[in-house]
């Protein structure tokens, strides 16, 4: 519901006041973009060259998802111009490219005390918020639910724009002009944008340009044969990755510019005691030390002279509560059993009249680390009270407000120039990075670039919340469908948590104190009904500190929630020997896409019911409510595996996909192929123990994630469907860990309950 002047400050008061600073009514936020010189604006997505150049701003951060493309693909093609003539800027931070359908989703966070006040992108207060704070936030995979809409209104604006000039030098009606591949046509007469972009610049276009059916939506090819279909909007970013000239957030050099390293202390509440300066300064090029209640970092000529300091001078901490892998498993084994749960979904009669369940599994999900390829890196200068950071965020308003809060100043004298990430998988949603280099170049008095070792990311990073389920089942007699399902899953309330630090700038210490026990976290749920009609299902929370701070990692909920599910179903089917498909899809009346993505993945990867020893698995899941009108990913994914020497070997992994109106085919076949292994790399690897506040690993090659060489065949057929163009990044993140299990248990005979797979043998 939209709400009066007197509505919103009536809110404000019962929720401490929070929103009467708020400007109620709609504010211009101008043109974000500058146009060089021979280049002409024509909104905040576009501008235009004198050379035929179209430049689009791209408000979402690139981290290899493609979103660089996909946007400048939607304006290409609405506008008519020349693929070959498009180029990127990243837009800065402006309420100009809000998020809105993300600021709805995420209302319980910033908001937490009226968030039905602002869970729907269309509500006055989500547009104020989001428009007012800069929210141009990259997650949940809302880049084209919230930012196809604007940008295919701007190019049409521009090409109503283009025909306008077009149609006063040849003396007709603008909208019997035609446009296409960069020209404006009309009756055998042709001008160029080249030689229109100035003139149109000038001209102001309709209320409402009119917009062309949807032309970026790409056909599905006949026969199977996209792989080798040719690709009309090809990557923008490609060739410069490629030649290594792509630029990255640790690439950037700056005249003066120093390099810092920085050691953080264990995890715990911890204090810096003392450390060896005098050691650290025989290191040659070492020019300062900077340090901080919970960290201590080196400043040098060159980035390994610094992480050489470091080492000298070994600093010494005073934690406490300092995480532990054996208190993080009794915590949540305590709180599975024993703990006051709270109910967030309820479907038909719950459990309340279903009695003693049948059946109950346990399944376990260490912490895991995103191992992103680019650890965090972020370069600061603080020059004339003005902080410049240049730096790859998901979350741009948020990290240049704390930034700017750390060294005393306002948003409005932070600059942050967005960089790409070298992967992030939600990793970039954090930002204590960014407030290092802030506090580090104020006190230095130079411009200096921190970097942090792969180490540090380890010991500072938010893993992925470790949890305890219990899954619970009643079944029918006859054929062993179940009719009710309860799981009850004991975890951190992480959403909770990474709220209060990117909307509260709490410190993670702070920020999971606040959250610990104190209620359930519906959003760390999300989707947690399943696709399966099963009449009754009951989901409870049991929130529980372990000591360790967590965040969000690429497939979030669905991941965890497909494990158990999809584990479950597996063996309600095993124990009455039905086969694994067609126990699914006599579940699935309600969803016949997702049975239509059943039957194409178990045809793709021929499969054989699962036969025992033969090592094959099967898994489907659903991203999305289709009840909801929003976009909905359906994937169906058959994994061939088997164990081997030094742990799992995934053979093949074959999946059938349904993403509704593909924009892209190339990159969605690239994400999901991407989603797929990320996922494996889960089921395998990627997990964190930890010792004393520290992890016991402190690199790549003890994670246990997949090389080139395990990495699997994989094929892939993308369905084309109606509906809103889902995001095609993490819905293989979520089937690929439930359809190894199951292809692990077939090849064995064992089922496996816990993630990483085989993490205690055989």
Known sequence: MDVSRRGLLAGAAIGGGLLVAWGLWPR???????????????????????????????????????????????????????????????????????????AAKWAPLW???????????????????????????????????????????????????????????????WDECAVRGGVVFHAGKHLSFAALAEEAARQTPPDRPPLLPAPYSEPAVPGGAEAEAEVPFRRLDLPAKVDGSFPFAADIRLPGMLYAAIRHGPIGDTELLGYDEAAGSRVRGVRHVVKARGWIAAVADTWWAAERALEEMAPVWRTSERARSSTIEERLDSALLKGEASRIVTRGDGDSALGTPD??????????????????????????????????????????????????????????????????????????????????AAEIGAPVQLTWSRWQEMVAGRPRAPLACLASAWTAQEDGTPVGLRLRVAMPATVREFGARLFGNRTALAARRVYAGEGPDPLAFEGATTPYAIANVAIDHVPVDVGLPTGRMRGNAPAYLAFVVESFIDELAARVGREPLSFRMALLGADPRLAECLQR?????????????????????????????????????????????????????AAAVDLGRIVNRDIARQQVEGGLIFGTSLATGSALRYEAGLPTVSSFAGLGLPTLADSPEISIELISGAGDPADPGEIGVAVAAPAIANALHSATGLRLRRLPLLSEGL
């Not at 211009?28 to 689009?56: N, Q």
């Not at 809409?149 to 283009?162: E, I, K």
């Not at 306008?164 to 040849?170: E, V």
């Not at 600059?415 to 998988?425: D, I, R």
């Open 28 to 102: 211009e936020y101008g043109v974000p973009l500058t146009p060089g010189r021979g280049e002409w604006a024509y909104s905040a997505w576009l501008k235009l060259g004198r050379d035929g150049v179209l430049t689009v701003a791209v408000p979402q951060l690139e981290m290899g998802q493609g979103v660089a493309t996909l946007i400048p693909q939607i304006v290409a093609a609405e506008m008519g111009a020349d693929w070959r003539q498009v180029a990127v800027e990243p837009a800065p931070v402006s309420g100009a490219y809000a998020n809105l359908s993300l």
């Open 111 to 173: 908001m937490p005390f009226a968030p039905a006040l602002a869970d729907d992108p269309r509500k006055t207060i989500a547009r104020r918020w989001a428009g007012e704070s800069g929210f141009m936030a990259t997650a949940e995979g809302t880049s084209l639910a919230a930012y196809e809409a604007p940008a295919r209104d701007a190019a049409a604006a521009a090409r109503a724009m283009l025909c306008m000039a077009a149609a006063d030098r040849w003396g007709v009606s």
């Open 359 to 440: 059946v109950t599994y346990r399944y376990d999900i260490a912490p895991a680390t995103h191992a992103t390829l680019e650890t965090a890196s972020a370069t600061a200068r603080l020059a004339d009270g003005r902080l410049e950071l240049w730096l790859a965020s998901q979350a741009p308003a948020q990290a240049k407000a704390a930034a700017g809060k750390a060294v005393g100043l306002s948003a409005d004298d932070v600059v942050l120039y967005p960089m790409a990430a070298g992967g992030s998988f939600d990793r970039r949603l954090e930002h204590d990075h960014a407030i290092e280099a802030a506090v580090i």
């Open 601 to 653: 993945a178990a045809r793709l990867a021929q499969w054989d019911g699962g036969a025992s020893q033969s090592g094959n698995g099967i898994a489907c899941w659903r991203i999305g409510d289709p009840a909801g009108g929003g976009p909905v990913a359906r994937i169906a994914c058959v994994a061939t595996a088997r164990p081997g020497e030094g742990g799992v070997r995934v053979q093949r992994l």
